[in-house]
């Protein structure tokens, strides 16, 4: 086992409670957070040397690949360059594999070898927006690969076998040397991030948990606990690569991200029900506010650690016991349907919210627990979007095409290398936020770059006499890019003047110096950005509206699987791929909009309303006799009218108001009583989420605009 020379066991830096079995601690850092973007720069640069030095040594093809892979498998947590490495290697052979059949079936004419190269990188940059983390980016990688080794091998099919051989024995070189200097050399650990990561949600969980029993405003609370859960996730398939002991409790952790996804739909459902009890002043406020501080107290206290779990769970408990009885309610005389209805509602959600909040702690307690559980790993779920696949992989075959047909129209002698860069960059940029943004920028930093780059490369190289001197010269602008990528907002840019001064320098043992061809390839590598960032300005741009669409089309796919057997979505698959789908939405809005915040929290409530549909599905009381409220929502979401919206209204009101005459007879067996409770808090949650969400799915169907127009 990976053993931390910090900690072995130290699975949550959080204090633990008092009485806590688990052996938690805060992980002492070997350097403060500030430093991090310089140590990454200077380890990226060593990376660098060495992948060079070893190129330089074995008088390999082509070192310039080797450094392009250093940056491109650089991050700043070792675990990261670890399954980004892996992946890369997979992706590599793969599309090695798929350059040569290409080569021997194509290579005498470039046409048809052009186009089948375009479906190969099509098809793989589709598949990269169906995978999630570094899986999406093996996809990427067998994509440009075949651009890499193929067009080089079509143009000299005689070697195309030597050629293929060399890539990937570059390729596997800057991996190497990249992972090994990240591994060994100052290494910050991706598991010491994940797990600071899940204590930081433990503590925002519970501050957004006291904050909704006290009334206070969550809205931006629930947004940021929803980003929280995808974040975990990110890092947890990525730890594993790296820590046996997070690989061990695989299982625990992600039933402890379903949990707190689940407190945080609860909620949600939770919070609406009060807003109207609170708006109408209803017979139940008192008796709702006593239990409900009472357990914003308990959850405090285990929050700063002065209630272990088995006390938080005791102190709910009788929290619970407090509320009022919901069947007191339905024979009230003087009140309401909708008040009696929507009292039960705000009742039965409180007992459930505190029961979704003892099932986190548990959770909790089991992943940091010292023993470790054999438990089985839950799916995260994705559904993408197919649409908006098809138009990524129909861009970056594009691409391809574009560049290529300009190279054999005017017989540049740099078209072949502007060919594979536009794949690269196009197929690269498919899986990134902000692409037309990133190829903006990534264009003005080539051309500010080019005049450093040539004053060095074409100046100052020729005079070094040694590899020493050689890497006092070159170590300077490797740095710079690499520091560049480290820091958030610039991470772009740095990434893409590496690929630029890598590429454009061309390095070899026995350096060639030639002004010309320096200036093409910086001229092929600013064709190739700015032809991807043409591209993403006029193919299915990346709007607050074809946001918006893309998020509805892939709702409407995770709705309907709710009903569809055998093959129905279970309620933690389901809250994941919606979770996934928001946290999708969300970074491609401007939060900081009314607009845009009320489109993100109509899509909580889509969320909302699925989730008790799935319910109501599972709970499958045979006497149920009400119209179809799945059917109706279904009808709604497929829909591009404003009727189908409201017969799902009335239809889940009337289901409410049906659920409350059952109950008011009392003729019910106690089973039966409180599978009617639950569904008159279901139906009712159903209603006031369809009347949330409506404008987002309307606004989205009513334009008629096809989601590539924007």
């Known amino acids: 086992m990976k053993m931390n020379s910090i900690s072995t066991v130290q699975l949550c830096p959080a204090a633990p409670p008092s009485g806590a079995k688990a052996n938690i601690g805060t992980t002492k850092a070997i350097f403060s957070p500030k430093w991090i973007p310089w140590t990454f720069a200077a380890k990226t ?120 051989e060399a890539r990937v024995t570059e390729i596997a070189l800057g991996i190497i040397a990249t992972a090994a200097i990240s591994h060994l050399v100052l290494p910050v650990s991706l598991a010491d991030s994940l797990r600071r990561e899940i204590a930081t949600g433990r503590a925002e969980l ?16 629930r947004t940021k606990m929803l980003g929280q859960a995808i974040t975990i996730e990110n890092l947890r398939a990525s730890a594993i690569f790296e820590d046996r002991e997070i690989q061990a409790r695989n299982g625990a952790l992600q039933r402890l991200n379903i949990a707190m996804l689940d407190v945080v739909d609860v909620a949600h459902l939770l919070d609406r029900s009060l807003d109207w009890l609170w708006r109408v002043g209803a017979v139940v406020l008192p008796g709702l506010r006593s239990a409900m501080a009472e357990a914003a107290a308990a959850i405090d206290l285990w929050h700063i650690g002065k209630l272990d779990s088995a006390g938080l769970r005791r102190r709910l408990l009788v929290a619970s016991v407090h509320l009022p009885l919901a069947r007191e309610l339905y024979g009230e005389l003087f009140v309401s349907d909708d008040e009696v209805i929507h009292g039960a509602a705000a009742i039965g959600r409180v007992r459930e919210f505190l029961k979704s909040f003892v099932a986190f702690v548990e959770a909790y307690e089991a992943f940091s627990s010292p023993e470790q559980h054999s438990l089985l790993p839950v799916r995260f779920s994705i559904l993408n979007d197919n649409v908006d696949g098809v138009w990524a992989g129909l861009r970056a075959a594009m691409a391809l095409i574009l560049v290529s047909a300009f190279w054999i129209i005017a017989d540049w002698p740099s078209g072949a290398t502007a060919a ?280 989205e169907r009513a334009k008629g605009t096809p989601s590539h127009v924007a």
């Open 206 to 221: 519970a501050k957004y948990a006291t904050a909704l029993l006290e009334r206070r405003d969550t809205t931006a609370v």
């Open 420 to 699: 594979i860069l536009a794949a690269v960059v196009t197929a690269r940029l498919a899986t990134m936020e902000h692409a037309l943004l990133a190829a903006i920028g990534g264009t003005l930093v080539i051309v500010l770059a080019t005049v450093p780059s040539f004053f060095l490369v074409e100046i100052l190289l020729p005079d070094a006499s040694s590899f020493v001197m050689f890497a006092l010269a070159v170590a300077p602008m490797l740095f710079c890019c690499a520091y560049l990528m480290a820091r958030k907002k610039t991470a772009g840019l740095g990434f893409v003047a590496g690929l630029y001064f890598a590429n454009a320098a061309g390095f070899q043992d026995r350096m060639t110096y030639d002004p010309i061809g320096f200036l093409n390839a910086s001229i092929a590598f600013s064709l190739a950005v700015a032809t991807a960032g043409v591209l993403f300005a006029i193919v299915a741009p990346d709007t607050p509206q074809a946001i918006r669409r893309r998020f509805v089309r892939v709702v409407r796919r995770v709705f309907e699987r709710i009903e569809r057997r055998p093959a129905c979505i279970g309620l933690p698959e389901f809250e994941t791929a919606m979770a996934e789908a928001l946290d999708q939405l969300r970074r491609g809005l401007r939060l900081e909009r009314r607009e845009d915040m009320d489109t993100l929290e109509a899509g909580v409530a889509l969320m909302g309303a699925g989730r008790e549909l799935i319910r109501i599905r599972d709970a499958g009381r045979s006497t149920l006799d009400r119209t179809d409220v799945g059917g109706e929502v279904m009808r709604f979401l497929s829909s591009n009218k404003k009727l189908p919206l409201e017969r799902a209204c009335r239809a889940a009101s009337a289901a409410a108001i049906g659920c409350l005459s059952e109950l008011r007879v009392d003729e019910l067996g106690v089973a039966d009583a409180r599978a009617a409770a639950r569904e008159l808090v279901a139906f009712t949650a159903i209603h006031d989420e369809l009347e949330r969400c409506g404008g987002l799915v309307l606004d």
């Open 45 to 164: 640069t060593a990376s660098g040397l060495l992948a060079l030095l070893v190129a330089f040594t074995f008088n390999l093809d082509q070192p310039k690949w080797a450094l392009l892979t250093v940056f491109i498998v650089a991050q700043p947590q070792s675990g990261l360059v670890l399954a980004k490495s892996f992946y890369r290697i997979v992706g590599t052979l793969i599309g090695a594999a798929g350059a040569l059949v290409l080569v021997s079936l194509f290579a005498q004419e470039r046409v048809l070898f052009l186009a089948a190269l375009a479906i190969w990188i099509g098809i793989c940059t589709f598949g990269s927006t169906h995978a999630r983390n570094f899986t999406a980016y093996g996809f990427v990688l067998s994509g440009y690969t075949v651009a890499i080794v193929g067009i080089s091998g079509a143009l000299d099919p005689g070697n195309a076998f030597f050629i293929a």
